[in-house]
């Protein structure tokens, strides 16, 4: 068995401690069953995601700290800080070596480099599923195109964890059950 974990559960669960994942692991480390796979997509996902996040509250605190010089608080009171996109940057890059620690502990990390570029040009402008009608989805036909050339085989069951809706779940087991594999 291979469970392939999307984005979205990593970025509920930035360390990848959380005892869901906790669970998964040890039974993926004791059972010899499972296999986890956290594609190299999703890894530079999850880490500009991360990023993202971080200098949203970066700004925040530069903005919490614009106030208290309006009440009249000393400099040498306040916490020193660089600029929101800088120090986004310095956690992003702290956090990009502490995921791929844990993913290279507990996880295979297959990358997209096999992917032609010409492959996700085709299905983006036929339109084909994951892709939208504005085009957007390339980010999700990327993992769908991993999952489906280097995870997915006929000799093992894949599950793809996502916290996507349900509709969207039924519509790519649809489409992963209509595909032929190999």
């Known amino acids: 068995m291979k469970v392939v974990l999307d984005t979205n559960v990593v970025f509920n669960d930035w360390e990848l401690r959380k005892p869901s994942f906790q669970l998964l692991s040890k039974y993926a480390r004791l059972s010899g069953a ?3 796979i956290v594609l190299e997509i999703v890894f530079l996902e999850a880490v500009a ?5 971080v200098r949203q ?4 605190a530069a903005r919490a700290k614009a106030r208290l010089n309006g009440f009249g608080v000393s400099e040498a009171l306040q916490p020193t800080m660089k600029s929101p996109a800088e120090s986004a ?3 992003a890059r702290d956090y990009s070596t502490r995921l791929r620690k844990r993913i290279d502990e507990t ?8 992917i032609a570029h010409q492959d996700l040009l ?5 339109k084909r599923k994951p892709f939208r009608e504005s085009g957007k989805g390339y980010r999700d036909t990327l993992i769908w195109e991993v999952l489906m050339r280097q995870v997915a085989s006929n000799e093992d069951i894949t599950y793809l964890v996502t916290r996507e809706s349900q509709r969207l ?6 489409e992963l059950a209509s595909r032929p594999l190999g």
């Open 57 to 60: 509250q970066f700004e925040a």
């Open 49 to 53: 995601n991360y990023e993202e996040q």
């Open 169 to 174: 779940r039924r519509r790519k087991r649809k």
């Open 89 to 91: 940057e310095v956690a």
């Open 34 to 36: 499972a296999s986890i």
């Open 107 to 114: 996880a295979a990390s297959p990358d997209h480099k096999e």
């Open 122 to 126: 085709n299905r983006c402008f036929s």
